[in-house]
């Protein structure tokens, strides 16, 4: 008998990409859709990424390394020293995206029915490479009362177990946006070293901070230098998503040994992405200094177009380029298909992600809704119009 496995079964589809049939739907009916589910920047992508591509002139595309291009990893290198951070191509593995890196580190340092700790809300992707490798994710609530941030270090205290192995976050946050502080970065290394288990910090939005807020890496805490693994991508950092080029950093030797083996086994990371991502690291810092104040006008003119609502309630992020916000609706899954199938305002409509999707926690996120502020200053405008013209027609819309 033909059967799906049960692990097949159990993933959950993306909260980001599923409704993707619902939007080309509506485009088929002639109807505008402003994409804001998906993290997919409209920054050009740096010309140095793009340069080194087209002056790439080998005869043949070779398989690289396993551990990624000697090359790429000395300038990755480079690019940490210039952060304060101290290591060396042997501590680095590069993969295919950041999201290789998170599986290949979870088989890596977990057995099935092991446990890793993150707060929620969390990148929903995080749960599907968990059942992916058999682990299991425990959440610690975050509330958007408090802008999302880090819970007390006794609710992590509360949720170590045995079959606890790591802690997970992702600095700045996706989904929220939230910028852990060197506070809350020291105790989380000192919990680690407490309990002996790892930190995983995703870091893939490093160059994404506001207001002057500085990021505070992992990698830099110290008397933990064993209990840290770092994930890194080039893929937002310089536009370039589509060249699925990750890395796994630290200074375990066993880690990076075994993490190795898993690397070899799916033979090497792309050739052309290395290329591209070895060029892109030469992106000299005033493409950051702009990237960095377009999208805070973009995180502004959303947080205030959605807080002018009534009813609705967005805490102003410090990073990355997502943001939560609390709709007065009564099921985000519901509404975000409305919009897609329902609504349209002159021909136009807006794509949301359901937020309930960035929880493991029954009921938490049905009222809330995850939005990324990829597209330009106008057309954000324009998105903010049509959703304050969508919760007034919204049947399930409730009062608060």
């Known amino acids: 008998m033909l059967t799906i496995s049960k692990k097949g079964q159990e993933i959950t589809a993306s909260p980001i990409r599923k409704l993707i049939p619902l939007s080309d739907a509506a485009k088929k009916r002639g109807i505008q859709v402003y994409h804001l589910n998906i993290g997919q920047p409209d920054i050009e992508t740096t010309s140095y990424a793009l340069d080194a591509v087209k002056k790439y002139s080998e005869k043949v595309i070779k398989y690289s390394n396993s551990a990624g291009e000697l090359s790429y990893r000395k300038k990755i290198c480079k690019y940490y020293e210039s952060l304060g951070i101290n290591v060396t191509p042997e501590e680095i593995i590069v993969t295919t995206g950041g999201s290789e890196a998170i599986q290949m580190v979870f088989q890596t340092i977990m057995d099935p029915d092991d446990e890793v700790i993150t707060p929620e809300p969390f990148y929903a992707n995080y749960r599907s490479f968990a059942k992916i490798t058999g682990v299991k994710i425990k ?14 270090m ?120 290395q290329v591209a991502a070895e060029g892109a690291l030469d992106t000299p810092a005033s493409y950051f200094e702009g990237t960095v104040k377009e999208y805070t006008s973009r995180r502004n003119i959303c947080v205030e177009g959605i807080n002018k609502i009534p009813g609705a309630f967005c805490p102003t992020p410090k990073g990355a380029f997502y943001i939560v916000a609390h709709l007065p609706i009564d099921d985000s899954e519901t509404f975000c298909k409305w919009l897609l199938t329902d609504f349209n305002y002159e021909g136009k409509t807006v794509m949301l992600a359901p937020a309930c999707g960035f929880y493991s ?18 057309a954000l405008k324009e998105a903010m119009f049509l959703l304050e013209k969508a919760l007034e027609s919204y049947p399930g819309r409730v009062n608060e």
């Open 139 to 152: 959440s610690i609530p975050s509330d958007i009362k408090d802008g999302f941030a880090l819970p007390p």
């Open 154 to 273: 006794s609710e992590f205290e509360k949720a170590i177990t045995p079959k606890t192995k790591a802690l997970l976050i992702c600095n700045p946050n996706n989904p929220t946006g939230y910028l852990y502080s060197k506070e809350e970065m020291i105790q989380l290394g000192e919990i680690v070293k407490k309990h002996d288990i790892y930190l995983i910090t995703d870091e893939v939005y490093r160059e994404f901070c506001y207001d002057g807020a500085k990021h505070v890496s992992a990698m830099t805490l110290k008397g933990v230098e064993n209990n840290v693994i770092l994930i890194d991508s080039e893929s937002k950092r310089y536009s370039a998503c589509g060249i699925r080029v990750g890395r796994v950093v630290s200074k375990n030797k066993e880690v990076m040994s075994t993490v190795m083996k898993f690397a070899q086994a799916r033979l090497s990371p792309p050739s052309y992405g």
């Open 361 to 378: 926690t029954p009921g938490r996120g049905v009222q809330e809704v995850r939005i990324s502020y990829c597209l330009n200053c106008d």
